[in-house]
């Protein structure tokens, strides 16, 4: 799906999030899923060029969540956790810290993977 606003983004993530639950994905991992998909989509579209292609799949016991920019914007590998007051450097700690792993490819773009654990 295509991305070029904030109401569009919304709505992508709201259908992503009934998508999961419809498929009896655990509540956890929906919500990790929506602040995932939610930082990952706000900085492809703030660094990224303005447009950004969204696509999630299931892939065994984790959810894949792609993100790819107009641009080619390769986030940091690594993030340092940012001051809770900062305005900004948030959001790659918040996508590490939900994910297991986080992968870039140009043709992809960003990747996170959420796991699936039943509470």
Known sequence: MKISDH?????????MCAA?????????AVFSSRVV???????????????AQFSFRMTGDEIAISVRAERAFEPPKTIARADLYAER?????????????REYTRE????????IMVR
């Open 108 to 115: 992809e773009g960003v990747c996170a993977f959420i796991p």
């Open 20 to 28: 999961l639950g419809e498929m009896g994905v655990p509540e956890n």
């Open 37 to 51: 998909a939610h930082e990952l989509l706000t900085n492809a579209l703030q660094y990224g060029g303005g447009v």
């Open 7 to 15: 109401a569009t983004l919304k709505a992508e993530v709201a259908r």
């Open 89 to 101: 450097g948030r959001g790659l700690y918040l996508v590490d810290a939900l994910s297991k792993r």
